[in-house]
T-cell receptor
Framework: QKEVEQNSGPLSVPEGAIASLNCTYSDRGSQSFFWYRQYSGKSPELIMSIYSNGDKEDGRFTAQLNKASQYVSLLIRDSQPSDSATYLCAVYTGGFKTIFGAGTRLFVKA | DTAVSQTPKYLVTQMGNDKSIKCEQNLGHDTMYWYKQDSKKFLKIMFSYNNKELIINETVPNRFSPKSPDKAHLNLHINSLELGDSAVYFC?????????????FGSGTRLTVV
């Protein structure tokens, strides 16, 4: 069974701090990795995608991928209260199938 | 102009009824999906269609039947609704032919079976 694991949280950080969200996956052959943000009562929104080892930066967000360790992370710099949401890690495992983690709830305190 | 639109947004119905949820995307994507999100927020794939062809049919009761009349539409019909069917159902789309596997989600349909 292919799995994606995330700490459910909640992860609480003060405003302006760096929030670090982690994810591990079981399928070593996976090639595409995504982070979605989901506000309460809303649909998931794609915020980052990463395909190769290393870091990918987009504004205040940095995604990190380590395929050898089967580990994906998302860093949010200068965290804002508006970043409070559930962050879903997703892994494309091939065959049109994407597996989602259960999500990490992030709370940014003003 | 909404990229992926689902109707209805809320659906409250009695056990045993039959209901449908509709989804339309105007992104020109070639692949559409149905996901179920339970009370613990876990998103689980149900079905996937690529160019109107059923590609993924996960282990869901056969009371659930998807239909894709064309690439832009994917509907979900549910027969004989049960209490356990209560969840949020999300439609999503992606452009797999361009190796773009990130999803655009619809706003979701919150189904409550009473």
């Amino acid at each position: 069974q292919k799995e994606v694991e995330q700490n459910s949280g909640p992860l609480s950080v003060p405003e302006g701090a760096i929030a670090s969200l982690n994810c591990t996956y079981s399928d070593r052959g996976s090639q595409s990795f995504f982070w979605y943000r989901q506000y309460s009562g809303k649909s998931p929104e794609l915020i980052m995608s990463i395909y190769s080892n290393g870091d990918k930066e987009d504004g205040r967000f940095t995604a990190q991928l380590n395929k050898a360790s089967q580990y994906v992370s998302l860093l949010i710099r200068d965290s804002q209260p508006s970043d409070s949401a559930t962050y879903l890690c997703a892994v494309y495992t091939g065959g049109f199938k994407t597996i989602f983690g259960a999500g990490t709830r992030l709370f940014v305190k003003a | 102009d909404t990229a992926v639109s689902q109707t209805p947004k809320y659906l409250v119905t009695q056990m045993g009824n039959d209901k449908s949820i509709k989804c339309e995307q105007n992104l020109g994507h070639d692949t559409m999906y149905w996901y179920k999100q339970d009370s613990k927020k876990f998103l689980k794939i149900m079905f996937s269609y690529n160019n109107k062809e059923l590609i993924i049919n996960e282990t869901v009761p056969n009371r659930f039947s998807p239909k894709s009349p064309d690439k832009a539409h994917l509907n979900l019909h549910i027969n004989s609704l049960e209490l356990g069917d209560s969840a949020v159902y999300f439609c999503a789309s992606s452009q797999v032919s361009r190796n773009s596997y990130g999803y655009t989600f619809g706003s979701g349909t919150r189904l409550t079976v009473v």
